[in-house]
């Protein structure tokens, strides 16, 4: 059993940042791949990032690549969602989620991932 539980989201206006931190915790959490999602109203959840287990393997969306930056600390108790040059179409609520399933091409497939944090709201003004 993993807990997770997203913080930092807010109003920025656009161009701005924001770092959200999703603090994870159970005996087994340095077993699982760390990704964000989001969801805008209306949408579907949409794959953002993910962090592998090991640290040395990441993906990101093409709509945030070169914008935002997925870490892990060391401890692996934290996992941080940092967000440059917001848009508009980045307002959702933002969501943490754990898997335990190697990253194979199906990374971006919510399904895939068992445990979810509550989520964060993040609003970008025009």
């Known amino acids: 059993q993993v807990q997770l539980v997203e913080s930092g989201g807010g109003l920025v206006p656009t161009g701005g940042s924001l770092t959200l931190s999703c603090a994870y915790s159970g005996r087994t959490r340095s077993s699982y791949n760390m990704g964000w999602f989001r969801q805008a109203p209306g949408q579907e959840r949409e794959f953002v990032a993910v962090h592998d287990r090991f640290g040395g393997t990441i993906f990101y969306a093409d709509s945030v690549k070169g914008r935002f930056t997925i870490s892990r600390d060391n401890a692996r108790t934290t996992v941080f969602l940092e967000m440059n040059s917001l848009k508009p179409e980045d307002t959702a609520v933002y969501y943490c989620?754990?898997?335990?399933?190697?990253?194979?091409?199906?990374?971006?497939?919510?399904?895939?991932?068992?445990?979810w944090g509550p989520g964060t709201q993040v609003t970008v003004s025009s």
């Open positions: 989620a754990a898997r335990q399933q190697i990253l194979f091409g199906n990374y971006g497939d919510a399904t895939t991932y068992d445990y």
